[in-house]
């Protein structure tokens, strides 16, 4: 990663870090890795682990609530919201401009449910459309593309597949390690959350 940086503050990209938090050894590297990125004049964006491919790890032991982690960091750190988007689920938090002045972001899936302000499509390299990361399924374009079919087939295809886009995961953590519920996540399941809406 340290490699990859260099060169790419030398082509002028700006750079955010993204981080999967867990427990553990992140947990007392995470202090050093905010003064890291904001030493270097970079975003942080923590991330809650979601049970999400073949991991060789028990996530059940790994899963980390940011929601409680940042109630510790709060602790340590003078945090105080931002009203900041990026286009995507992050909730964003100042680090005060005594300590880093650096920006840091939060993505909760699990402990602070954002399914309900979702709009997020992602397209494979091979065509495919996914509508959710927290379902397998996904809908094939590349036939549509290749086919020389109008733009209007193309766009219909797509309306449809987000017309059926889920209201949200079904993964939840509990004591007894992780379970999927048949329903989908109503925001008001997460009243731990105190981020910025
Ligand atoms: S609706 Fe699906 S893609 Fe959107 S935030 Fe929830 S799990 Fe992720």
């Given at each position: 990663?340290?490699?990859?940086?260099?060169?790419?503050?030398?082509?002028?990209?700006?750079i955010k870090i993204n981080?999967?938090?867990?427990?553990?050894?992140?947990?007392?590297?995470?202090?050093?890795?905010?003064?890291?990125?904001?030493?270097?004049?970079?975003?942080?964006?923590?991330?809650?682990?979601?049970?999400?491919?073949?991991?060789?790890?028990?996530?059940?032991?790994?899963?980390?609530?940011?929601?409680?982690?940042?109630?510790?960091?709060?602790?340590?750190?003078?945090?105080?919201?931002?009203?900041?988007?990026?286009?995507?689920?992050?909730?964003?938090?100042?680090?005060?401009?005594?300590?880093?002045?650096?920006?840091?972001?939060?993505?909760?899936?699990?402990?602070?449910?954002?399914?309900?302000?979702?709009?997020?499509?992602?397209?494979?390299?091979?065509?495919?459309?996914?509508?959710?990361?927290?379902?397998?399924?996904?809908?094939?374009?590349?036939?549509?593309?290749r086919s020389g079919e109008?733009?209007?087939?193309?766009?219909?295809?797509?309306?449809?597949?987000?017309?059926?886009?889920?209201?949200?995961?079904?993964?939840?953590?509990?004591?007894?390690?992780?379970?999927?519920?048949?329903?989908?996540?109503?925001?008001?399941?997460?009243?731990?959350?105190?981020?910025?809406?």
């Open positions: 990663m340290l490699a990859g940086i260099e060169p790419a503050f030398s082509a002028g990209l700006k981080a999967v938090a867990m427990h553990g050894g992140f947990e007392t590297e995470v202090d050093d890795l905010i003064r890291f990125a904001h030493g270097q004049g970079m975003d942080l964006t923590l991330i809650e682990e979601m049970p999400l491919g073949d991991v060789s790890h028990d996530r059940r032991e790994s899963h980390l609530s940011l929601t409680d982690l940042r109630h510790r960091l709060s602790g340590r750190w003078t945090l105080t919201p931002l009203p900041d988007r990026t286009g995507g689920p992050a909730r964003y938090m100042r680090v005060a401009e005594t300590e880093t002045g650096g920006r840091l972001g939060f993505i909760t899936p699990l402990s602070c449910d954002f399914c309900a302000g979702c709009t997020r499509l992602r397209v494979s390299a091979t065509g495919e459309l996914f509508t959710c990361m927290g379902e397998e399924g996904s809908v094939g374009l590349r036939d549509v593309l109008s733009d209007q087939v193309l766009e219909a295809r797509i309306l449809d597949a987000v017309s059926r886009k889920p209201e949200g995961h079904a993964f939840r953590i509990s004591s007894s390690g992780w379970r999927e519920s048949p329903a989908p996540c109503p925001i008001s399941e997460a009243e731990t959350c105190t981020l910025p809406s």
